[in-house]
Nanobody, 132 residues
């Protein structure tokens, strides 16, 4: 499985940006895709996750209501629409694939989705810079 993230750039505070993550290789409907970000000097943190099948979504509290994760199964692509961007959203954004997700979704699995080690494959990252 290979992931190619794109769409980063410089945007003003309050603006919008859409990131894309093109997925090649075999994934399954049970699998999850996630977005993480890492700001300079900080640890990588969870942003959002989505299941290929059914579209279950999860968000970090810091982005809830501003960011939307979506997927296009036909294009094997996952998106992160970011609105009302703030300078603190500045980071390198990574997409990741969790291919070991259970066939039947289990309550509480979203806790695992917020942890980087849950994911098996990672894209190269794309930088988003939000100017004030």
């Amino acid at each position: 499985v290979q992931l190619q993230a794109s769409g980063g750039g410089l945007v003003q505070a309050g603006g919008s940006q859409r990131l894309s993550c093109a997925v090649s290789g075999r994934t399954f409907s049970k699998d999850f895709m996630g977005w993480f970000r890492q700001a300079p000097g900080k640890e990588r943190e969870f942003v959002a996750a989505i299941r290929w099948s059914g579209g279950l979504t999860y968000y970090a509290d810091s982005v809830k209501g501003r960011f939307t994760i979506s997927r296009d199964n036909a294009k094997n692509t996952v998106y992160l629409q970011m609105n009302s961007l703030k300078p603190e959203d500045t980071a390198v954004y990574y997409c990741a694939a969790d291919i070991r997700a259970p066939q039947t979704y289990k309550m509480g699995y979203d806790t695992s989705l917020r942890e980087a080690p849950t994911y098996d494959y990672w894209g190269q990252g794309t930088l988003v810079t939000v100017s004030s």
